[in-house]
Each structure stands twice: as structure tokens, then as C-alpha cells.
């Protein structure tokens, strides 16, 4: 775990990525660590995410990363504990965990398909409680999901992920129709489109080449929107988002 910098006291608070990977995970941390927040990230593998606290505090910002099993309900339950005690309050969550796992139904198995809902939906529930119990209590917060076009119309082949990411719309839904009230803002982004990953650049070339023609999604441009959700006033809250590129069909 990075110590962070003296500049803790200055910052506004935690902004805590579920999920913070090489792309648009970073991109989000790196973007709110730049507005002023310490960035909160976890990945199950902690290690995976020094080089991402490095760029973080050479840039001036602090940041802490924690390895976490999102799936896990004790490991949860201790993960918000141990930052809302040793850290500060958890002013932004942002919920970033893929499972985007193609594959015919009639080939499935139902291993995979709890897996990918555990990593969807179940565990977006865990760490969307968890987080809500602290921001009821304060009064103000922010909670952004990451979903998919999976999770408003399921394709063929994308049952499990569909499924998974139709549960955490809902979930979204009903999260900001009980929370709003309360003074927390619930969202939930549809991304829709590739995105600038080196996973794409090496098993999609095609797609890939659609970059020169801002034709796949920018993982900064993406964490743009969330800092504009996080900081939305309250008589004009967004609850849903698109983000896709303008060459994509929809």
C-alpha cells in the first residue's frame, strides 16, 4: 500500500475505484486524484496497481491501492472499514469491475455464468451497501456504476453478461430511487463501444484502426464524465448515462 504524500489534509475527501485497471479504472482514479481527491483502487491483485500510485503521486496526488476480492462479502465489509477509519470518508465510489465473457448459451456452463453475475451485479451490491451505510449517515455521496449495452439489450451470445449487467442496472434504479432522497447520487453509465485497451489493440485490430477516426471510446474522456457525475448539482442529477463514439451503431 502507497503511504500517500502530506497533502492528505488538503484533499476533499476519498474517491474509492472498484476495479481499477489499465484503462478506464486508472483513467477515473488518475482523474479524481487530479481534482483533489485521494484515490482509493482495488484490484484483487494489489501489485498490479503500483504503477498506477506512482503516476498518481509523481503527478501530486495521493493514493492507496488495496488488494480485494469484490465477490467477497467479509473482505468487503473489511475493505470500507479500513478506509473510512485509517484514510478519511468515502465521498465517490466508482464501481468498475468487467465480466464481459462471450459465449453461446448452448455452450455455458453454470460456473461461468454465477461467476460473471458474482463479478457484474453481486459484488456491486456488496460494495454499494457497504458504502451507502456511510453516506446515509453524512448525508452526501456519490455512487457510479459501470454498465454495458449488455444491460439494456442482450445480444446473442452474451447471455451470462447480459443477464449480469441487466441485474446491476436494476440495482442501480432501485439504489437512487431510495437513496436520492436522501442526498445520494446514484448513477449508472452505459458504455457503449470498444475501448482504447491494449486487449482490443491486440485481438481487434480492425476495430482497433477505428481509433484514428475517434471511432473507439477514449478511457479519459470517459473519466471526464464520471468527475461531471460526481459533481453534478442536486436539481439536475443525471441517473443514466450513454457514452459511446458517433460511429457506433445503436
Request: contains cysteine.
Amino acid at each position: 500500500m502507497s503511504q500517500g504524500n502530506e497533502q492528505i489534509s488538503t484533499h476533499k475527501g476519498i474517491a474509492l475505484i472498484i476495479g481499477a485497471g489499465d484503462a478506464t479504472g486508472g483513467e477515473i482514479a488518475k482523474r479524481f486524484a487530479r481534482g483533489g481527491y485521494i484515490a482509493c483502487m482495488t484490484r484483487r491483485n494489489a501489485e498490479k496497481l503500483q504503477p498506477l500510485i506512482d503516476e498518481i503521486e509523481q503527478n501530486g496526488g495521493t493514493a492507496y491501492g488495496f488488494a480485494s476480492d469484490a465477490r467477497e462479502e467479509e473482505q468487503v465489509i473489511a475493505l470500507i472499514e479500513q478506509i473510512e477509519s485509517c484514510i478519511g470518508p468515502i465521498e465517490v465510489m466508482v464501481f468498475n469491475i468487467g465480466a464481459n465473457v462471450p459465449c453461446s448459451i448452448l455452450e455455458e456452463t453454470a460456473r461461468k455464468y454465477f461467476k460473471i453475475w458474482e463479478m457484474a451485479c453481486f459484488s456491486a451490491f456488496l460494495v454499494g451497501r457497504e458504502v451507502a451505510k456511510r453516506m446515509v449517515q453524512r448525508e452526501q455521496g456519490t455512487i457510479i456504476f459501470t454498465g454495458a449495452t449488455a444491460g439494456v439489450r442482450g445480444a446473442a451470445n452474451f447471455a451470462a453478461f447480459a443477464g449480469a449487467k441487466h441485474a446491476l442496472r436494476a440495482l442501480a434504479q432501485s439504489m437512487a430511487r431510495e437513496l436520492g432522497p436522501k442526498n445520494i447520487h446514484v448513477a449508472h453509465v452505459v458504455v457503449d463501444g470498444a475501448i482504447d485497451t491494449d486487449f482490443i489493440e491486440t485481438t481487434l485490430p480492425e476495430i482497433y484502426a477505428l481509433k484514428e477516426q475517434d471511432g473507439i471510446l477514449n478511457p479519459a474522456h470517459i473519466a471526464e464524465n464520471y468527475w461531471h457525475l460526481a459533481h453534478q448539482p442536486r436539481d439536475a442529477w443525471t441517473h443514466e448515462l450513454d457514452l459511446r463514439p458517433w460511429i457506433e451503431r445503436w
